[in-house]
T-cell receptor, first 113, second 112 residues
Framework: KAGVTQTPRYLIKTRGQQVTLSCSPI?????VSWYQQTPGQGLQFLFE???????NKGNFPGRFSGRQFSNSRSEMNVSTLELGDSALYLC????????????FGPGTRLLVL | GEDVEQSLFLSVREGDSSVINCTYT??????LYWYKQEPGAGLQLLTY?????DMKQDQRLTVLLNKKDKHLSLRIADTQTGDSAIYFC????????????FGSGTRLQVQP
């Protein structure tokens, strides 16, 4: 079974721009969570989607948003990029029948100049 | 909220055992997790333990859980150079929620 895939893998943007990252979960998984990893703050939870509904949200500003489609694929969007948004963005999926265990993708590395 | 703490660095010789420790403040979740991250990569699920277990063994990996002290440890037997990576302890806030709280990660360096 294919793992979690994320596109693009690398991205360079400038301050003020917006960016959209994509995540395809493992086949059959309906929950998708997003995390931000930075050297300073470590790994932080952004939000979780299940059946196209946001179920949990971390402590991030409204510039960070997401959505989930009927095929469980998810996108996250960051508007008005700031230098501090440079990070590795990780997506994880989990199965409704497999407990809460989350399987992570390779991440999208975003650099904001 | 949940607070998860790990030591930052551990250095061992190849063939020795490695023990990575983690403490957490509060979790009523059914599961607690260990993830591994190699340079430039995402997180790889290593193992997890049910909260009603004290110990779980999975090949070279042994997880110990002390719920009273809120202490979790990961032991890697016969550590190899390929085990060099950052290891994260991850704790969900409660059952059914997938908002993992991660420790800062322990960088394991294995010397030949």
């Amino acid at each position: 079974k294919a793992g979690v895939t994320q596109t693009p893998r690398y991205l360079i943007k400038t301050r003020g721009q917006q960016v959209t990252l994509s995540c395809s979960p493992i086949s059959g998984h309906r929950s998708v969570s997003w995390y931000q990893q930075t050297p300073g703050q470590g790994l932080q939870f952004l939000f979780e989607y299940f059946s196209e509904t946001q179920r949990n949200k971390g402590n991030f500003p409204g510039r960070f948003s997401g959505r989930q489609f009927s095929n469980s694929r998810s996108e996250m969007n960051v508007s008005t990029l700031e230098l501090g948004d440079s990070a590795l963005y990780l997506c994880a999926s989990s199965s409704p029948t497999g407990g809460e265990t989350q399987y992570f993708g390779p991440g999208t590395r975003l650099l904001v100049l | 909220g949940e607070d998860v703490e790990q030591s930052l660095f551990l250095s061992v010789r190849e063939g020795d055992s490695s023990v990575i420790n983690c403490t957490y403040t509060d979790s009523s979740s059914t599961y607690l997790y260990w993830y591994k991250q190699e340079p430039g990569a995402g997180l790889q699920l290593l193992t997890y333990i049910f909260s009603n277990m004290d110990m779980k063994q999975d090949q070279r990996l042994t997880v110990l859980l002390n719920k009273k002290d809120k202490h979790l440890s990961l032991r890697i037997a016969d550590t190899q150079t390929g085990d060099s990576a950052i290891y994260f302890c991850a704790v969900p806030p409660d059952t059914g929620r997938r908002a993992l709280t991660f420790g800062s990660g322990t960088r394991l360096q294995v010397q030949p």
